[in-house]
């Protein structure tokens, strides 16, 4: 089925460095999006990128799309502890989004 | 936190027990989803439900019994689980089921236990 993979895994930064994140998926998207998990709460919505986008910014957030790679990268500039957490993406076909499996940002102080 | 609250926040339950998730939304919301989120597993969605009408069941094993009662609220009834169901299960609401744009809102989850 359809699934966003993230890469890496886990990635372990400074305070103050830049961290990146990448998505692959599968098949056409009406949207893909990025959220943010701390450690056992919910998810939380950070960013939402169309599919006739190719960059779009949020803050220190910075996202990417080809669609013709099907993929996408979040950058987080700056990195603070606090942006310690899982990263998600998700990709929206069409009703329902469909999650990847995130990859865990450390960033030590 | 974002408008969505789930209810308890963890459940500890054997195996022949039958208990209850809430979840709720003051979001003005129509559609609400139910996600089971295990280690080492991506989010899986369950259950969609839009203006208080089932529309999606993602295979969801029938010990798993959704109710929505009207928009705001969507429960997760539970019977006679087995320990592979131990998970954080996570609520969320969105505007509307359908995609195009949305996002969707997260509730903290239940982080449940079965013995």
């Known amino acids: 089925s359809q699934q966003g993979e993230e890469d890496p895994q886990a990635l372990s930064i400074q305070e103050g460095e830049n961290a990146t994140m990448n998505c692959s998926y599968k098949?056409?998207?009406?949207?893909l999006q990025w959220y943010r998990q701390n450690s056992g709460r919910g998810l939380v919505h950070l960013i939402l990128?169309?599919?006739?986008?190719r960059e779009k910014h949020s803050g220190r957030l910075r996202v990417t799309l080809d669609t013709s790679k099907k993929s996408s990268s979040l950058l987080i500039t700056a990195s603070r502890a606090a942006d310690t957490a899982s990263y998600f993406c998700?990709?929206?076909?069409?009703?329902?989004?469909?999650f990847g499996q995130g990859t865990t940002l450390q960033v030590k102080p | 936190e974002t408008g969505v609250t789930q209810t308890p926040r963890h459940l500890v339950m054997g195996m022949t027990n039958k208990k209850s998730l809430k979840c709720e939304q003051h979001?003005?919301?129509?559609?609400m989803y139910w996600y089971k989120q295990s280690a080492k597993k991506p989010l899986e969605l369950m259950f969609v439900?839009?203006?208080?009408?089932?529309?999606e069941n993602n295979s969801v094993p029938s010990r798993f019994s959704p109710e929505c009662p009207n928009s705001s609220h969507l429960f997760l009834h539970l019977h006679t689980l087995q320990p592979e169901d131990s998970a954080l299960y996570l609520c969320?609401?969105?505007?509307?089921?359908?995609?195009?744009?949305?996002?969707?809102?997260f509730g903290p989850g239940t982080r449940l236990t079965v013995l």
């Open positions: 979001l003005g919301h129509n559609a």
């Open positions: 098949t056409s998207i009406n949207n």
């Open positions: 990128i169309r599919s006739n986008e």
């Open positions: 439900y839009s203006l208080e009408e089932r529309v």
């Open positions: 998700a990709t929206d076909a069409g009703g329902k989004l469909i």
């Open positions: 969320a609401s969105s505007p509307r089921r359908a995609g195009g744009y949305n996002e969707q809102f």
